[in-house]
């Protein structure tokens, strides 16, 4: 019975160790944070992601834009990264 036990706790430890990996594996990351951005910082496009990040938008642009009207809002953003090399292509 307690060989049984044993067998069952390492199984499970086994299925949680994969789960976690993949998590980490899947090369993307979320995370949900307060815009925030003084009238002088948004004209020129800067905007505080929280506490731990800043981006930098091109005033004009959508994402300028998104992050004007979330100015005091929360939002959830996720980084992704893009697997393998690609070219870039120039779409007229």
Do not use: C
């Not at 939002?75 to 120039?90: E, Y």
Request: proline content about 1%; aromatic content about 6%.
């Amino acid at each position: 019975m307690r060989g049984a036990m044993i067998a069952w706790m390492l199984f499970a430890a086994l299925l949680l160790g994969l789960s976690i990996g993949r998590a980490a594996d899947r090369g993307e990351t979320t995370i949900t944070v307060e815009v925030s951005s003084a009238a002088h910082e948004t004209e020129e496009g800067y905007f505080s992601l929280g506490k731990d990040a800043t981006m930098l938008a091109k005033p004009g642009s959508e994402l300028h834009r998104f992050l004007s009207e979330q100015n005091g809002h929360e939002i959830r953003v996720t980084f992704t990264a893009v697997g393998g090399k690609q070219l870039s292509r120039l779409e007229r």
